[in-house]
């Protein structure tokens, strides 16, 4: 219901007119890192990737895994997750690298390094 709310006649421009001012104002606040630095180093989620099935038990935290993503896309900017290992338990763990609007090589080099010099190649495509 709520979704069909939002996307309503009357509230559509608010909720629209209200997310491209959040865009815009990511987008400024990581225009003014990316005079400082190259790339970002963020984590993916909060903590190790789920067992199977763990995220459909508890819906707020398989939305909450997600929140460290979110900025980059909202931003419209290019990101690259990669494998950097497990927990004591053995669940997967992973970084991302963010870099700046067209800096794709940036991000592409960058994650070659480390897997090179790593070896942690996990699963996903060879750079």
Known sequence: ????????????????????????ALREAFRGLFRRFDLLLSPVSPGPAYRIGESMADPMKAYSGDMFL????????PAAALPSGANREGLPLGFQLVGDAFREPTIVAAARVYRERTGNRGPGPEF
């Open 1 to 24: 219901m709520l979704g069909s709310l939002v996307l309503s006649q009357d509230f559509r421009n608010d909720y629209h007119r209200k997310a491209l001012q959040v865009s815009s």
């Open 70 to 77: 979110v900025s980059a896309n909202l931003a419209g900017l």
